[in-house]
């Protein structure tokens, strides 16, 4: 291999996607997107039954998956997600949607870590963009803003969050994003110290135990979503 595949090689460290969208424009502008930023593109699919065939081919590190895709536009894509976490758990799954639908977000994440749920739009800001890949590829969770403001106006007369100050709410929907405390703290303009005792007063106040069988950030965040 020369030196100018090997330098390639190298670049191309990021993980291997795979890219589900039944607009050709979309999905092949997003695959050179990712291509530049260190991605390897390993396929693409315009229907949910290509996307579960490449998947099971490729396993793939990602799966970028529009949330409605043929043969009926409703639904497809979520419930190839659903079938993707089942049959290949190491697989991340990001799904997208042109609108908040807060449903099937809620029943995307509740799966656990390695998952995320965007807005088309937030493509537009491609730092932001390819951060949100990293993290969900690596194992977190990411949350589109839009669906964490509209979960947080919510409210419910069971509310299992009404314990919590505004404060910690505002730490706990940035939670929801996928957002370390460092990265919670540059946010609000605070110590991360502040964050660490803000994120254990969250954890006690929804009652989660410290055991070592659950990931009690991501039950959090689970308790939020549910929440509205």
């Given at each position: 291999m020369g030196a100018m595949e090997q330098s390639a090689e190298a670049v191309r460290s990021r993980g291997r996607v795979v890219i589900a969208d039944d607009d050709v424009l979309l999905r092949e502008g997003l695959a050179s997107l990712l291509d530049r930023a260190g991605y390897e593109v390993v396929g693409q699919a315009g229907d949910r039954d290509e996307l579960l065939e490449l998947v099971r081919s490729e396993q793939p590190d990602l799966a970028i998956v529009d949330i409605r895709m043929p043969p009926t536009g409703t639904t497809e894509g979520l419930e190839a997600a659903r079938v993707i976490r089942e049959e290949s758990p190491a697989t991340a799954i990001l799904v997208l949607s042109a609108h908040v639908e807060v449903e099937h977000a809620m029943d995307l994440l509740a799966s656990g870590e390695r998952s995320g749920y965007l807005l088309k739009s937030r493509i537009t800001d491609v730092d932001d963009f390819l951060e949100t890949l990293d993290r969900v590829t690596k194992g977190g969770t990411a949350v589109d803003p839009a669906l964490v403001r509209e979960l947080v106006d919510a409210r419910r007369v069971s509310d299992p969050l009404a314990d919590l100050s505004p404060r910690e709410r505002e730490v706990l929907a940035l939670m929801?994003?996928?957002?370390?405390?460092?990265?919670?703290?540059?946010?609000?303009?605070?110590?991360?110290?502040?964050v660490e005792k803000h994120v254990h007063s969250i954890l006690g106040k929804l009652r989660l135990p410290d055991t070592d069988e659950d990931h009690r950030r991501v039950l959090a965040v689970i308790a939020f979503l549910e929440a509205r």
């Open positions: 929801a994003e996928g957002r370390s405390n460092a990265g919670i703290a540059h946010r609000l303009w605070v110590t991360d110290g502040t």
